[in-house]
């Protein structure tokens, strides 16, 4: 990935806000959908999410990106799964004791068209 302040870094990440903002309530999706969406890795997605500012994590459905295999990432601090798991629940999905969503085929968002991506990057 490009170097942090690049301007192709600054368009991943505003892109990984406009995919994660239009993810509908009631569904999710992976960071590794979005990240194969964006042809990044999937930790760079994770990253920008982790470093949201608190006015950003508050507008957007940050809750509905969890980890492959339809599973609350392990990575993240208690508070936050404890936080992202009841707001998922909130929306009527139902998580496992280990984290994975229930049904995931049912609730599953799939990331919009891979060409509007790279426009703007090439």
């Known amino acids: 990935m490009a ?8 368009h991943i ?30 930790r760079h997605v994770a990253s920008f999410l982790a470093r949201l500012s608190g006015e950003e994590a508050a507008a957007l459905p ?13 990575g993240m601090a208690g508070d936050l799964r404890v936080e992202q798991q009841a707001r998922l629940e909130a929306e009527g999905m139902r998580i496992d004791p280990k984290g994975f969503i229930l049904d995931p085929d049912r609730f599953f968002h799939v990331v919009g068209p891979k060409s509007e991506i790279r426009r703007g990057l090439d």
């Not at 990984?16 to 590794?32: D, M, Q």
């Not at 940050?62 to 392990?74: L, P």
């Open 62 to 74: 940050w809750h509905r990106v969890v980890a492959a295999e339809a599973r609350i990432s392990r």
């Open 3 to 10: 170097p942090e302040g690049s301007t192709a870094t600054a």
């Open 13 to 42: 990440r505003s892109e990984v806000i406009r995919l994660v903002a239009e993810i509908p309530k009631s569904r999710f999706t992976t960071y590794g959908s979005i990240a194969n969406h964006l042809s990044v890795n999937p």
